[in-house]
């Protein structure tokens, strides 16, 4: 391949990179568009960590369907985001995460996770506290699954009782608490 050669295919490449992105920035609008219009993807959005794309995408798969669900705990086993576990003879020992079900909700619900873990500093509330309390004992990478779980179990009750999230017990700040 010869300079010139190369330098069109890097102009070519150049040019459908803009235009992926451009394509990824006019759907992104629209998923945003849609979680403001959807009341469930709203009120979804209301939840610390949950931006309108995880809301869009958590409102349009599971929907009505959150009956299908008994509880908090069946909805974040069916995203995967509790420990697989190993038993036997009555010893019971937890281990990684199943990662079954929806792979892009519990993704999106990590990555949305692992932004609050790492402004847990600065989250004065309740939540806040427990995931400062978890880093203290816990692996970084242990806490956002533990708070992906969480965010899984809040999302559930939120579209279970049609409510929007209300954060409890407010704390002082960390650096006042120390």
Same mark, same amino acid.
Request: proline share 3%; hydrophobic share 45%; no cysteine.
């Given at each position: 391949?010869?300079?010139?050669?190369?330098?069109?295919?890097?102009?070519?490449?150049?040019?459908?990179?803009?235009?992926?992105?451009?394509?990824?920035? @006019?759907?992104?609008?629209?998923?945003?568009?849609?979680?403001?219009? #959807?009341?469930?993807?709203?009120?979804?959005?209301?939840?610390?960590?949950? /931006?309108?794309?995880?809301?869009?995408?958590?409102?349009?798969?599971?929907? #009505?369907?959150? /009956?299908?669900? *008994?509880?908090?705990?069946?909805?974040?086993?069916?995203?995967?985001?509790?420990?697989?576990?190993?038993?036997? @003879?009555?010893?019971?020992?937890?281990?990684?995460?199943?990662?079954?079900?929806?792979?892009?909700?519990?993704?999106?619900?990590?990555?949305?996770?692992?932004?609050?873990?790492?402004?847990? /500093?600065?989250?004065?509330?309740?939540? /806040?506290?427990?995931?400062?309390?978890?880093?203290?004992?816990?692996?970084?990478?242990?806490?956002?699954?533990?708070?992906?779980? *969480?965010?899984?179990?809040?999302?559930?009750?939120?579209?279970?009782?049609?409510?929007?999230?209300?954060? *409890?017990? @407010?704390?002082?700040?960390?650096?006042?608490?120390?």
């Amino acid at each position: 391949m010869n300079g010139q050669t190369r330098g069109k295919a890097f102009v070519e490449l150049r040019e459908h990179r803009r235009a992926t992105a451009e394509r990824i920035d @006019g759907l992104e609008r629209q998923i945003v568009a849609h979680a403001r219009h #959807d009341d469930t993807a709203r009120r979804l959005a209301t939840i610390p960590g949950i /931006g309108p794309i995880t809301a869009s995408l958590t409102a349009a798969t599971v929907g #009505d369907g959150i /009956g299908d669900f *008994k509880s908090a705990r069946h909805f974040a086993a069916w995203l995967g985001l509790v420990p697989r576990q190993h038993s036997s @003879g009555g010893r019971t020992r937890l281990g990684r995460i199943t990662k079954t079900g929806n792979r892009a909700i519990r993704t999106l619900l990590v990555l949305g996770a692992t932004s609050m873990v790492y402004r847990a /500093g600065q989250w004065n509330s309740a939540a /806040g506290a427990w995931v400062r309390g978890l880093l203290e004992r816990r692996p970084v990478r242990h806490v956002t699954v533990a708070l992906a779980n *969480k965010m899984a179990r809040i999302a559930w009750a939120v579209m279970a009782r049609n409510e929007v999230y209300r954060a *409890k017990g @407010g704390v002082a700040p960390a650096a006042a608490t120390a």
